[in-house]
Structure formats: structure tokens, C-alpha cells
């Protein structure tokens, strides 16, 4: 009882150090505020499946008259600047085109040439940009179009088709998250970002309670403590706790000042609450293991610091999950950020505490499986040192 | 203290050269240092980077079918020959996939599809996951289909793309601006925080050793100014040189494709580094503030998404971010004015930017310590 009575002191001490600390609190805080701003803003239009730039791609097109698919190129790039992709400006030549594009006046240049189709349609545009890939996929449907009129099968008429596009349906006994209107609410920029960022920093935050303690260790406090009658395992065990008490605070804080900045819903509370607690163990763990191989205050804040960006990368923290090529993908989804990150996005969009169930679990079992690590490194390092 | 301005003479830059070689030399043997500098800049730059570029293989397309009519093979041989890499899935294996993100889009080929497709309508269905664009996918379909109801066979679709200056290795150039990208916020991260020896200097009181052994104030702050050229440029060297050994083509386009921009961006990164210096007054403050600004300037400069797709208004806030300006003068050598003079508006731009803003640190650091 009264090593545990310790730890609660110690664990305390260590969650008033972080509060009195105003300017590391300020940047735990602005930091990810600052990105989820910028990159919820920035990406907004980028998460919406229906995506349409606020400018549409200037396009310049060449055209020869009189040519056979002329038409049915025609009536493919009416629809795609009807739909708001592409503004069409004409060119007289392929080389005046490619001028126009070289110098910045339009962002892409599509070419049909006099001996379409045995000569294939031309894209011209700075490669891997979203404006190429429009004016590419334009093509691809203009070539179409066009081959069929070239070659006499049809008179450039525009072929009934349904084709329906759409969210694709929930598997099989599966309820999937449903928002007031009945369909799954979407999670903008601003929402998955809000958790991102709060997933990059949680580590961050739960490293306050080890940089006590590793500071503790060089400041000689750690030795005096211990000379008042506490033991290794108190010590490290507050330790441990006041890790978890920054990063549900940190957590806390960052769901209420999203919601108040950014209007961001985090969903159920009782399931925010379970995901919150295996994530703060979880990142609270990863701190504890760094104990065994960091032991200055200056390489602990380096390398953890490290490790946060690395896992928030693989994680999706930075960069969407939807974008993510199929090896990242793959290795992200043994990352603990990533299984926060799924957890909070499905909060999101509306679903329960079950839904969120077993990445809590896993994110729990992974935390007291390093915190144990971390607590056997730092034995093992303390007995080499010479301590008891 | 004094903080005295005097003209450079032989002895004096000698004394810079010495701070600036010797301050590098003390940063590059502090193994933490290494972490960031190299290890890290190279792992996101030259791995991560990497993974993130198209990597000119067909598209992935999965496929349920459900229809046992004539025309679902024709369908499949002519989104096959667009070229597109199909995989046919059981519905319930296809929605899984796409729910746990492992599927972006799935075509849905219902029974009856064949008929309708007789009929002279045909009907498909188009799944995507959550936030992916089936945009790609949908033209492809839509155009296949259409060759299907117009008796045109599906084959090869007759489009060529290319980039506006062919010599230069257009199709690699996506995966260049990505690693420039990446190494642009490395690099203003690292310098604004290695700014930071400038106040270490003054908390350990070496610099103060320093003037009273003859050094000036403007001495010291040059040779730190130099220390970050010179740590700046080993950091580029090492992410050009180990992505070239890579296969990276960054001389394609010539040595000053590459070497401007770098050069440029490194001076206006100096100049920024020195600002934020003389504006904080702790070590602790410098490191807040350069994983801030470098980080919020490659985002508004495009280095991890491209610019076409924010809004507006942020397409004209990107200008007051150097990454923007040294990725323009990466993109005009490479993809649209070749390297050289049409390289000069950007590499203006980043030179000014250091210039205004090295005189604002200096300024900054000539206050007396609070």
C-alpha cells in the first residue's frame, strides 16, 4: 500500500512538472494545432470524393479541322469542362501548344493529331500532377470516342450507359457507421488530421513522464528519493503513471480545443474513452522501452522525438492512409498509430464503443508488453550501474 | 558585452572560416546530430519518398463478377488492354477489402450485365472505399464499355503522354520533386534548429571567450552563418549523392538544374535560420520554432502534396514559402524552361528572402541578452 501510495506521489509530481512547464506545454499544444490547421485547410477539397478544383485546369487544346474524331474529342472535353475539371483554350498547332505549356499559360495540352488513330492523341503536361492525370483520363475517353467515329462505328454520339458510382456497401453482417442522414457522415481533412496530429503527439506528451525520470537519474534527485525509503519499483511505476496521466490529459485537452477550433466531432464518448486509454498505454509503453536505450535527457528527447515522426509517418498521421502505395499500406498496419488512427476515424464517422474494441485491446496488450520490457531494461541497466 | 561592426580583413576571415569549420566539425561528430542531419532526412527522403511515386505500373482494378453472359470477357480483355491489372474477387472478399483498405476501387458486374449491354445500356456498379476517387477507374470503364455497345474492340487505347521537355527524363522527374520536396524541409528544419549553437555559445560563455580573444560579435555570427551553409551542403550532398547511387537522375537536366536551386534554397534557409535565432532567446525556443516553420513551410510549398489540389487562396500563400520557390526552379529546369535563366526568378526570389531575412536575425542578435 504504501509503495503504491509513493508511486501516486511520484506519478503526481511528474503531471505537476508538465502543467509548470508553460512553454513545453504551449509547444505539445500549438505544434499539432498549427498542422491540423494547415492541413485540414490545405486537403479539404482532396478528401471529398467529389473533388473538383476551385480553378479549373486551363487546358490547351489543338484540334485539326475537318478531322473524323474531331467531334466526338469535342463533346468528351465539353463534358469534363462542363463538369468544372478543365477551362479548353484553343492553339492552332501542337507547337503552340507546347509553348503555352512550357510557359506556364496553360497546365496541360492535349493534341489530336491529322492521322488519328494510326497517330495516337497527345497529353502534354508536367508529369505526375493532378491536372496530367485529368487531361490524361480525358483522353483515354476522347480516344475512345474518337476511334469509334474514325472508324465509321459511330457518329460521335455519346453512349447511354448506367453506371452508378458509389460508397461501397458494408460486408455482410456487418453495421456499418451510420450518421444522421443514414449514410456514413464523412470524416473531412480537418477531423482525420485533428486525430492524426493528436496520435503523433500522444508519445510526446507520455515521454514527459521518463524525461522526469531520466532527468531524475542525472540530477542525483532519482538517488535521494531512493535514500527516503522509496523503492526502484515505486519510482518506476509513478513513473509509468504519470506518463499515462499527461497523455489522457493531452488527449482530453487536444478533443475539447478541436471541437471548439475546428468544429471536429471525436464521436462516442464511451468508446473515445476505451481508444484513449490503450493508445496512452500503448505510447506510454514505447516511452518505457526507450528507457532501456536512452538514458540522458538529450538523447531520450532526440530519438524519441525520432520515433514519434517515424511512426506517425507509417501510421498516416502525415500523410492520408487512402494514399498510401500498397507496401506502406502494409506496414502501416503494425503500427500502433495506425490502429488509433482507424480507432478515432471510425468514432468519427459514427460508430460504437464495439467497433473500437479490439483496437483498444491490441494497442492495451502492446503497452503492457513494452511498459514490461522497459521496466526489465531499466533493472537490468540499474544492476549493471551498481544499484541494488 | 560589446557588439562592435568592423570590416573583414585577412585576419578576420580567417577567424570566420575557423568558427564556420570548426563549428561544423563539433556538430557532425555528435552522433544525435548525425540522427538528424542524415539518418532521418535520407530514410524519408530517399526510402519513404520513393514509395510515393507512381511507379508506372497498369493500375489495379478488382473485380466482382456476377454475370455469366458473353460479354463479360470482352469487358475484362478490353479494361485488361487499357492497361489495367485486374483481380476477380467473391463480393463479400471485395468488401472486406475495400473496408479495411486494402481495395481503393471495385467494379461490380451484376447478372444481367451481358443483356443490358444488348439492350444498348449497359449497367455496372462502381464501389470505392472510404475517401478514394474513382475517377481513374471510371474513365476507364466508361470507355471500354462504350467500345463494347459501339462494336469498337477494345485494345490499347491510342494516348501518349509526355512532359514538356522530353530531354530531361520526364517520367522520373515525380520522383525527384518528391525527394527535393522532403529534403527542402529537412534542410530548413535542421539549419533554423543548428542556429541554435549560437545561443549555446552564449549560455556556456565560450562566446564571450571569444571576443575577448579578438573575435567581433559580427565575426562569430558569420561563422555560424557559414557553419549552417556548410552543414546545409553536406546534408544535400548526401541526400543527391545517395539517391543518384539510387538511380535518381538529378543531372539529368545538367549540373545547374540541381545545383541552383539547392544553392538558393540553402541561402534563404541560412537567412531564416538566423532570423528565428535572432528573434528567440533559448535553445529550446529555436527547436520549437524550426520544426514549426520548416515543417508548415514545405506543407504551404507544396513538398508533400501537389499545390493543384488546396484552394486557392493557398496557391498564393505557397509564394511566401521557400520550398515553393526552389521547388519552381527545380520543376522549370526539368519539366518546363530547362535549366539556367529561366531558373533566375526563383533563385532571385530564395536569395532575397535569406538576404532580408539574415539582416532581420542579425539585427536580432545585436540586442543585449535580456
Avoid at chain 2, 538528424?36 to 514509395?51: D, E, K, N, Q, R
Avoid at chain 2, 529561366?342 to 542578435?365: D, E, S, Y
Wanted: hydrophobic share 50%; with cysteine; proline share 8%.
Amino acid at each position: 500500500m504504501t509503495g503504491l501510495r509513493q508511486a501516486a506521489i511520484i506519478a503526481a509530481n511528474q503531471l505537476l512538472r508538465f502543467v509548470l512547464d508553460w512553454h513545453g506545454v504551449l509547444i505539445l499544444f500549438l505544434l499539432p494545432l498549427a498542422f491540423n490547421l494547415v492541413l485540414g485547410v490545405s486537403l479539404r477539397q482532396a478528401f471529398s470524393p467529389e473533388y473538383r478544383p476551385e480553378r479549373p485546369y486551363r487546358v490547351g487544346v489543338v484540334i485539326p479541322a475537318g478531322q473524323e474524331a474531331a467531334p466526338a474529342v469535342e463533346q468528351v472535353l465539353a463534358a469534363g469542362e462542363a463538369d468544372g475539371w478543365v477551362h479548353i483554350e484553343r492553339y492552332a498547332s501542337g507547337e503552340a501548344a507546347l509553348t503555352a505549356v512550357r510557359q506556364r499559360r496553360v497546365e496541360a495540352a492535349l493534341v489530336l493529331p491529322a492521322r488519328f488513330p494510326r497517330e495516337p492523341l497527345r497529353v502534354i503536361a508536367e508529369p505526375g500532377t493532378v491536372p496530367a492525370s485529368v487531361v490524361e483520363t480525358l483522353a483515354r475517353e476522347a480516344a475512345v470516342a474518337g476511334s469509334g467515329a474514325a472508324g465509321g462505328a459511330a457518329p460521335g454520339q455519346p453512349v447511354p450507359m448506367d453506371i452508378a458510382i458509389r460508397p461501397a456497401p458494408p460486408p455482410v453482417g456487418e453495421q456499418g457507421p451510420v450518421g444522421a442522414g443514414g449514410s456514413p457522415p464523412p470524416v473531412d481533412a480537418m477531423a482525420y488530421y485533428a486525430a492524426g496530429m493528436a496520435v503523433m503527439m500522444i508519445y510526446l506528451a507520455t515521454r514527459e513522464g521518463t524525461k522526469a525520470y531520466v532527468t531524475d537519474r542525472g540530477t542525483g534527485v532519482y538517488l535521494r528519493v531512493r535514500a527516503g525509503g522509496v523503492s526502484h519499483a515505486a519510482y518506476l511505476l509513478g513513473t509509468f503513471l504519470g506518463s499515462m496521466a499527461v497523455g489522457l490529459i493531452f488527449m482530453g485537452v487536444m478533443a475539447l480545443v478541436t471541437r471548439g477550433l475546428f468544429g471536429v466531432h471525436w464521436g462516442h464518448l464511451g468508446g473515445w474513452m476505451l481508444l484513449t486509454l490503450g493508445a496512452t498505454l500503448a505510447a506510454t509503453g514505447v516511452n518505457a522501452l526507450l528507457l532501456g536505450f536512452a538514458r540522458s535527457p538529450e538523447v531520450q528527447e532526440g530519438v524519441s522525438i525520432a520515433l514519434a515522426q517515424l511512426l506517425a509517418f507509417l501510421g498516416g498521421s502525415m500523410m492520408p492512409l487512402f494514399i498510401f502505395p500498397e507496401i506502406l499500406a502494409r506496414i502501416s498496419r503494425f503500427i500502433p498509430n495506425r490502429w488509433m488512427l482507424d480507432g478515432y476515424l471510425q468514432l468519427m464517422a459514427g460508430a460504437g464503443p464495439a467497433a473500437v474494441r479490439d483496437e483498444s485491446l491490441r494497442l492495451a496488450a502492446v503497452g503492457v508488453g513494452l511498459v514490461a520490457l522497459g521496466w526489465a531494461a531499466d533493472r537490468l541497466l540499474a544492476r549493471a550501474a551498481g544499484e541494488g | 558585452m560589446e557588439m562592435e561592426a568592423r570590416p573583414l580583413g585577412g585576419g578576420a576571415w580567417r577567424r570566420v572560416a575557423a568558427i564556420a569549420v570548426t563549428t561544423t566539425r563539433g556538430t557532425l561528430r555528435r552522433p544525435l546530430n548525425l540522427l538528424w542531419l542524415l539518418i532521418v532526412p535520407l530514410f524519408f527522403g530517399g526510402v519513404v519518398a520513393s514509395l510515393f511515386v507512381p511507379s508506372g505500373a497498369p493500375p489495379r482494378l478488382a473485380v466482382v463478377v456476377e454475370d455469366q453472359g458473353p460479354w463479360v470477357g470482352p469487358l475484362l480483355d478490353g479494361l485488361s488492354a487499357t492497361p489495367m491489372d485486374l483481380q476477380r474477387l467473391g463480393r463479400e472478399e471485395a468488401l472486406a477489402r475495400l473496408h479495411q483498405g486494402r481495395e481503393r476501387v471495385v467494379l461490380w458486374v451484376p447478372d444481367g450485365f451481358s443483356r443490358s449491354v444488348d439492350a444498348g445500356v449497359p449497367r455496372l456498379e462502381i464501389w470505392y472505399g472510404p475517401r478514394a476517387e474513382p475517377g481513374v477507374e471510371a474513365a476507364r470503364i466508361r470507355a471500354v464499355v462504350a467500345g463494347l455497345v459501339t462494336g469498337n474492340p477494345a485494345g490499347p487505347v491510342p494516348v501518349v503522354v509526355e512532359g514538356p521537355r522530353p530531354a530531361a527524363e520526364p517520367d522520373r522527374f515525380p520522383l525527384l520533386r518528391t525527394v527535393f520536396g522532403f529534403w527542402a524541409m529537412f534542410a530548413l528544419v535542421s539549419l533554423i534548429t543548428q542556429a541554435a549553437a549560437l545561443h549555446r555559445e552564449r549560455e556556456l560563455g565560450t562566446l564571450s571567450r571569444s571576443l575577448v580573444a579578438g573575435a567581433t560579435y559580427g565575426e562569430v555570427v558569420a561563422g555560424h552563418a557559414g557553419a549552417l551553409f556548410l552543414i546545409g551542403l553536406l546534408q544535400a550532398a548526401a541526400m543527391v549523392g545517395v539517391t543518384a547511387l539510387a538511380g535518381a537522375p538529378w543531372f539529368a537536366a545538367g549540373v545547374p538544374a540541381i545545383a541552383l536551386p539547392v544553392g538558393a534554397l540553402l541561402v534563404a534557409a541560412c537567412g531564416i535560420a538566423l532570423a528565428v535565432a535572432g528573434f528567440t532567446r533559448t535553445s529550446r525556443q529555436i527547436n520549437a520554432a524550426g520544426s514549426l516553420v520548416g515543417t508548415l513551410a514545405a506543407m504551404l510549398g507544396g513538398a508533400f502534396w501537389p499545390l493543384d489540389v488546396v484552394p486557392v487562396s493557398l496557391q498564393e500563400v505557397a509564394r511566401l514559402s521557400p520550398v515553393y520557390w526552389a521547388l519552381d526552379g527545380l520543376r522549370e529546369a526539368f519539366v518546363f524552361g530547362g535549366p539556367g535563366a529561366a531558373q533566375g526568378p526563383a533563385v532571385a526570389v530564395l536569395v532575397l528572402m535569406g538576404v532580408l531575412a539574415g539582416t532581420a536575425g542579425i539585427m536580432g542578435l545585436r540586442r543585449p541578452p535580456a
